[in-house]
């Protein structure tokens, strides 16, 4: 189901609306943050084929999180299965920069957030222009903040707002990459090179900012090799 939010003031109550429907899998809801209908049509036709990308890359995850990663949790009724949202928005355009200048756009992209409050990833279409050839790196970007929802399905958020707390911020993220470690080498092991892995690694080290550096790629490491089903899940 496809939803188009025309008025931005009143996003937060549209959403709450939006999330009364029961509209099942794959993804519960694709949402296009714009204030007129030119630009939804503009920005459709411009960045089809990064969405469909983006979506595909999504639905294979959410697939294998449902039916195999949460599984066991789910048939024990531990936890109710819930699609996370997407939702589409310009960045150039929230910030009211020019949409001529390419330079600016690719600067001012956001990195992709997920929302624990409304079980949605935010994503800019924008931000992945400079990793279109780097296939592994869109896909692990999209990994982690899946890892972000799943962390959210099993309650490891516990604070209303989690960047109020840095150190639960940062233990917040740490988690999230030991999940998506794992998840990734169970959906796209087997057709990653050791180069790739290794560029992975480096590009978490690059937009790690947490107070020591490569805690984070340390964690995915962990995930990656751990062989078994993670005992979180177990």
Excluded: W
Aim: glycine letters at 2%; charged letters at 25%; a negative charge.
């Amino acid at each position: 189901m496809t939803i188009s939010i025309i008025d931005r003031r009143t996003f937060h109550q549209e959403f709450k609306e939006i999330q009364k429907l029961d509209i099942g899998i794959p993804l519960s809801t694709i949402i296009y943050l714009y204030d007129e209908k030119s630009l939804l049509d503009s920005f459709k036709q411009h960045s089809k084929h990064i969405t469909d990308s983006i979506e595909h890359t999504l639905n294979e995850i959410n697939l294998y999180v449902q039916c195999v990663l949460l599984q066991n949790k789910i048939k024990a009724n531990a936890i109710t299965y819930v699609s996370p949202n997407l939702l589409y928005y310009d960045t150039d355009l929230y910030c009211r920069k020019s949409k001529t200048d390419k330079e600016k756009i690719l600067r001012y992209s956001l990195t992709p957030q997920y929302s624990h409050e409304y079980q949605t990833l935010f994503i800019d279409p924008n931000y992945f222009l400079k990793y279109l050839k780097f296939p592994h790196i869109v896909k692990y970007i999209l990994v982690h903040e899946f890892s972000h929802h799943v962390q959210n399905l099993i309650n490891q958020y516990t604070l209303t707002n989690s960047l109020i707390d840095q150190e639960y911020y940062k233990t917040i993220e740490l988690k999230a990459e030991y999940i998506a470690g794992y998840l990734y080498k169970q959906l796209y092991g087997t057709l990653t090179t050791d180069s790739e892995l290794t560029s992975i690694l480096k590009f978490i080290d690059y937009v790690d900012n947490m107070d020591e550096r490569k805690q984070r790629s340390v964690e995915f490491e962990k995930g990656y090799g751990y062989f078994h089903m993670l005992p979180l899940f177990a």
